[in-house]
């Protein structure tokens, strides 16, 4: 089957950075992507690791080790507005397509 | 594009009513989902359909139904509505089964109560 795990809560001030890991186990692995969700919308993508190492937009980046099973967002000049759940998410298993998504964690930037 | 549509956004039944959510997407993708999302719980995957034609139970399928009615729309169903089913369902699609990325557009949502 396919677990992940995410920490629960994360805070911060404006201005730092802040880092939400995500550790997983699947049969078969084909992505970690970071999707995140504001309170009463809908989840919006944010991106996608095919492969190991770092990926950048903007202020966000995203890091993948497949050996370790292991990744992690970073979100650097926290703003209020990047106060949000975010959730990783696998590609894998027997279907490619189907996503398999972690509980989400809520930042919240505090002023 | 109004990218991925779903009706009602609020919904109240009583315990033995059924329903159909509804879930159009303009973006001409071949799979489309329906989640069920409960506090702490995250997103849970209730049915998917990978291409026109073809459905497949997700983590929680018990009490739902859903129908590939093109490759537009794809409906969910509550034949008896139970309280455990109270919940925000979400619907989303995306472009292919194969390929680098496979980026999930979600609706959004239906928020629904049963009493």
């Known amino acids: 089957g396919q677990s992940l795990e995410q920490p629960s809560e994360v805070t911060a001030v404006e201005g730092a950075i802040v880092q939400i890991n995500c550790t997983y186990q699947t049969s078969g692995f084909y992505g970690l992507s970071w999707y995140q969700q504001h309170d009463g919308g809908a989840p919006t993508f944010l991106s996608y690791?095919?492969?190991?190492g770092l990926e950048e937009t903007g202020r966000f980046s995203s890091f993948l080790s497949r050996s370790d099973s292991y990744g992690y967002l970073l979100l650097q000049e926290l703003q209020m507005k990047d106060s949000a759940s975010y959730f990783c998410?696998?590609?894998?298993?027997?279907?490619?397509?189907?996503?398999?998504f972690g509980r989400g964690t809520q930042l919240t930037v505090w002023p | 594009n109004a990218g991925v549509t779903q009706t009602p956004k609020f919904q109240v039944l009583k315990t033995g009513q059924s329903m159909t959510l509804q879930c159009a997407q303009d973006?001409?993708?071949?799979?489309m989902y329906w989640y069920r999302q409960d506090p702490g719980m995250g997103l849970r995957l209730i049915y998917y359909?990978?291409?026109?034609?073809?459905?497949d139970k997700g983590e929680v399928p018990n009490g739902y139904n859903v129908s590939r009615l093109n490759k537009r729309e794809f409906s969910l169903r509550l034949e008896s509505a139970a309280p455990s089913q109270t919940s925000v369902y979400f619907c989303a699609s995306s472009g292919g089964v194969s390929g680098r990325t496979d980026t999930q557009y979600f609706g959004p949502g239906t928020r629904l109560t049963v009493l």
């Open positions: 998410a696998v590609k894998g298993g027997s279907t490619l397509g189907r996503l398999y």
């Open positions: 359909s990978a291409s026109e034609g073809t459905t």
């Open positions: 973006m001409n993708h071949n799979s």
């Open positions: 690791n095919g492969l190991d």
